[in-house]
């Protein structure tokens, strides 16, 4: 805006004293200060405001002008709420500057002038804005794409000072602002938390944007979704893929020109995805290829030649035969009739990537096919480099160093299960690192079995490495629920009815007792109870299920009933 429309609106009370010939000049800001030097908190282009109580003398008039000139200020704005008249020293070194000069009725407070300033530089920064993305959303429609999300999420920072990220739905940071990566940035765990509060409502059927507050931080989040492809039958279709636009701001008083700019960047940030999503159709092709040939029972040869073909797709510029592991999952969601492998597709390609990666492109290396219900992953590990002649470490990645289950779950576990709640469910399972085509088969049937044995475990999100395959958890989920029952009431109901009527802990004792591997001195010791205590409880137990603690069978019995139930 320009002083001339500040000047022209009679409610701020302004009176010219000196600078007719700039009133021209643009405002980009306004600042009320009585300092004497407010020069580190200018950056140029704002209206000053002041009540001259840095004025002591008229040789400080000079002085502060000349500061304001220097700093680029567009005019200045004196009070006369506490002066009858503005210092004629003042006016004739604003004169002097050529910097125009304001006096500010009495009656209008400071507060006035900075909310209708604020408020028609926003308006209009916001309309340029507007302007921009739009011929940038052209553009990326009609060609090649316009540098990425970042490329917008940056005029959100230069235009109207937003902090602004895309998230994945397990809260990864996908892109973000220079302004948003200037300060603090965003911190994994708040995240993670953003894309649970953004799945969460979209399972409510709220629409965007979502309010939340994390970390004393209140964000709002935009979903994205873009034009150009189908809205799907069933929101749940594609939940667990869409990516979010989170803004460190309160949306909820915004007015309706600046939410729908906000909803232009989500589309225009969508078409970059979809492009992006385009770019995996090869790398889908490859790995739906090798899993038909290694589930057909194909001889090896052909398909390590379908392998040598995937490789320098997945592993660009790395010239090195990798390792592989194999990633199985599910989708499962109860009382709809919702496709689950394209789902857990999508899904995968996601979980799959390094929590602490940055951007869409590590998925690039990730190759995943759907068969049915389930989705099946082709993960590269690079093959070891040796260790140089001096002993430095070899570089790369060791096959014992790839994906393990467990850290897989923790990355992602709390935010899906948000999107899950209710009636979804997702499982997988992790094989093992194989180095040739022929263990290819063992891995995809190990990643089968670990996620049926994840299958077994309560949760919204499962999972279980090949690992948990060699001891007695393999076998747990296959027994029938029946003999489940029966054998866990025989060995712990007279336990559980003994300690329902005396409170007597027994059930915990005899876990922690089991846990000590059978010591007396260290059981007693995490229990806080004196050992002829713990020997009491251990003959109660004893007493009343026949069995005795002093023998492995009897242990074995009563550690696998504690597991079963």
Known sequence: MRLRALLETEALGLRLLGGEEELDRTVRGVMTTDLRDPSRYLSGGELVLTGLAWRREPADSERFVRILTAAGVAGLAAGEAEIASTPDDLIEACGRHRLPLFSVDETVSF???????????????????????????????????????????????????????????????????????????????????????????ARGGRPGPHRVTVGGTTYSLFPIAGDTRPAPADTRETLLSDWLLAVEADAGDWPEERLDLLQGVTQLIAVERERRDAARTVRRRLAQEV???????????????????????????LGTAPHWQVVVARVEWEGADIPGGPVAQALLEEVLVDPGATGPEPSDRIAVAHTGDEAVALVPLPAVTPAAADGTPATGLDASAGLHADALLAAVRDP???????????????????????????????????????????????????QELASHVLLLPFVPDDVRRAFTARLLDPLRDYDRRHRAELIPTLE?????DGSWTRCATRLHLHVNTLRYRVGRIEQLTGRDLSRLEDKLDFFLALRMS
Do not use: K
């Open 291 to 317: 899993l038909e040939l290694v589930q057909a029972g194909a001889a090896p040869a052909e398909i390590a030649a379908r392998l040598r073909v995937a490789a320098p797709v997945l592993l660009p510029g």
């Open 416 to 466: 899906l299960a948000r999107g899950l709640d209710g009636d979804g469910r997702l499982t997988f399972g992790v094989s093992a690192a194989v180095h040739s085509a022929e263990g290819l088969r063992g891995a995809l049937e190990e990643a089968r079995h670990a996620r049926r044995v994840a299958a077994a475990r309560p949760g919204r999100v499962c999972a279980a490495g090949h």
């Open 512 to 516: 922690a007792f089991l846990d000590c």
């Open 111 to 201: 507060a006035s002038i900075t909310e209708h300033v604020v408020r028609q530089v926003s308006s209009e920064r916001a309309g340029d804005l507007a302007a921009v993305v739009d011929r940038h959303r052209r553009l990326m429609t009609g060609g090649p794409a316009g540098g990425g999300p970042e490329v917008v999420l940056d005029l959100l920072g230069s235009d109207l000072d937003l902090r602004a990220w895309v998230l994945s739905p397990t809260g990864r940071r996908i892109a973000g602002s220079s302004l948003a990566d200037a300060g603090p940035g965003l911190p994994a765990t708040a995240g993670a938390a953003l894309a649970g509060e953004h799945l969460a409502a």
